[in-house]
């Protein structure tokens, strides 16, 4: 009892500081306490009326690749892995809804990472298959800081949706005599909440810094989506504020992260290594490859894209590793956690099961 109630305290601690902190940044650049000496009068109240800073109205989205004979195979490939996307992660959703046995905390973390891996997909797919078939891709200023704002909110509640399900199998592991208490309901909607409400902080204040930027003659964005380094490029006034939220938002929100799923996983490893049976090892340790193969290809591609300096070469490097965390990764969940995961097959047979009896009556 005592090691549940310092597993929740200490889990309620990592919650509310780092939703502190979030939110006590944002509201550090939106009294202009960090404000940008070369820019006066830049104060990010003013962000409410984007038409008055900025001279842009629209702009051009450059692409994953100019290479007109590229051009038809990829819209193809991208295509099918968002047709892939969509259909995986949907059926993943209606699988846990509709099956009570599955109505567990780890298919309920699932459930949300599923869902925001759909809504994720389908914030810049669209505009980067348009990119394929038309000559000049355009999307407004508007549009590009619509499409900015959701593209953190849900990339970055990944990043605490994957640290939950860490926190999660911690528990199961470490904690399994304790786990349905541990991982009761409210912890768990606690833990998912927490999540968004990351991602909402770390969104509008990246947006709202964006919001604060000029932006005159250049408007072809090198990138498939309006993205924060490629904006912070075409800017024509000071970008001093937005590259400290840059450095101080994703640096946290890679390394507090990445950090509590390490030490989830150093407990998990010792625990593991405790268990005299081969067969008791084997079976713990699969209820992790799943996740520890989905967080490595998100945190890996992530970091390497936004913690690199953002010269034009590395942004050409960046606009191919986004690909892992923007499309490969969305698209490989629920095969990951799908062929995997018993559970989840024996749902899927049961629902095909049901389906071909519907059709052959």
Known sequence: MVMYLRDLERCKVYILSSIHFNFFLFVLFCLDIIES?????????????????????????????DRPELQQPLFYLFLVMYIFTMVGNLSLIILISLNSHLHTPMYYFLFNLSFIDLCFSSVFTPKMLMNFVLRENTISYVGCMIQLFFFLFFVISECYMLTSMAYDRYVAICNPLLYKVTMSPQVCSLLSLAAYAMGLAGATAHTGCMLRLTFCDAKVINHYFCDILPLLQL?????????????????????????????????????????????????AFSTCSSHIAAISLFFGSAAFMYLKYSSP??????????????NVGPMLNPLIY????????????????????????
Not at 258 to 267: D, H, Q, R
């Open 37 to 65: 000496p070369a820019q006066p009068g830049g104060s990010l109240s003013n962000c409410l009326v984007p038409a008055n800073i900025s001279l842009m109205t629209e702009f051009i989205l450059a692409g994953l690749t």
């Open 235 to 283: 800017s024509c006034s000071s970008t001093y504020v937005s590259e400290v939220v840059v450095l101080i938002v994703v640096s946290i929100n890679i390394t507090v992260p990445s950090a509590t799923i390490l030490i989830s996983y150093i407990f998990i490893l010792t625990s593991i290594l405790r268990i005299k049976s081969t067969q008791g090892r084997s079976k």
């Open 313 to 326: 070469g590395c942004m050409e490097q960046g606009k191919v590793s986004s690909v892992f965390y923007t």
């Open 338 to 361: 799908s062929l995997r995961n018993k559970d989840i097959r024996v749902a899927l047979r049961k629902a095909l099961a049901q389906i071909q009896r519907r059709s052959m009556l």
